[in-house]
């Protein structure tokens, strides 16, 4: 089974909102990513996790909290965003970060922020 | 910090041509660089991975190759079809994190 998945598919939630975006996988693998991909852009790198501890934040401002409840989980929360954070949010995993794997990315949450 | 440029950005042909795509990036200390396609609003998927140790990985019609030192590789497809219409994007992977090129948009006209 190679297959990451998130949930939900779209969302749309206000600026005073609070919502969370799922990802799994069960592929085993200990690393875990979240990208964010506006329109006719590449995916840009949010957040790494490696064995379930933050490593990377590519200075994500703290209206996005990611948590790693286990290795095989990944959730992003979300409280008091702006019109400019509507997107669609990647969730990709790798069997390890810093190293030469394979990255699979699941079919993204479409967000929306009114 | 890896800056990736594709070439061309869009790309429109008739089925059945054969195309290659371009990807150059800056910082040649690789591990690997993965191919993928994403179609509209969709995540995406992975088409092909290339060590930095290959020159060459092939996956059906597709066949992609890597000049590392040059910072350089190219996504070849046979007798293209129309359900090959999609973006397709590079991604050099440095060890921490794939950076993704700019993408080319390839339309196949039936």
């Known amino acids: 089974d190679t297959e990451v998945t998130q949930t939900p598919k779209h969302l749309v939630m206000g600026m005073t909102n609070k919502k969370s975006l799922k990802c799994e996988q069960h592929m085993g693998h200990r690393a875990m990513y979240w990208y964010k991909q506006k329109a006719k852009k590449p995916p840009e790198l949010m957040f790494v996790?490696?064995?379930?501890?933050?490593?990377i934040n590519e200075s994500v401002p703290s209206r996005f909290s990611p948590e790693c409840p286990n290795s095989s989980l990944l959730n992003l929360h979300l409280h008091a965003l702006q019109p400019e954070d509507s997107a669609l949010y990647l969730c990709a995993s790798s069997q390890a970060s810093g190293a030469p794997y394979e990255q699979y990315f699941g079919p993204g949450t479409r967000l929306t922020v009114t | 910090k890896q800056e990736v440029t594709q070439i061309p950005a869009a790309l429109s042909v008739p089925e059945g041509e054969n195309l290659v795509l371009n990807c150059s990036f800056t910082d040649s200390a690789i591990y690997n660089l993965q191919w993928f396609r994403q179609d509209p609003g969709k995540g995406l998927t992975s088409l092909l991975l290339?060590?930095?140790?290959?020159r060459e990985q092939t996956s059906g019609r597709l066949n992609a190759s890597l000049d590392k030192s040059s910072g350089r590789s190219t996504l070849y497809i046979a007798a293209s079809q129309p359900g090959d219409s999609a973006t397709y994007l590079c991604?050099?992977?440095?060890?921490?994190?794939?950076?993704f090129g700019t993408g080319t948009s390839l339309t196949v006209i039936p």
């Open positions: 996790y490696s064995y379930e501890k933050l490593s």
């Open positions: 290339i060590q930095s140790s290959q």
């Open positions: 991604a050099p992977n440095t060890g921490n994190q794939f950076y």
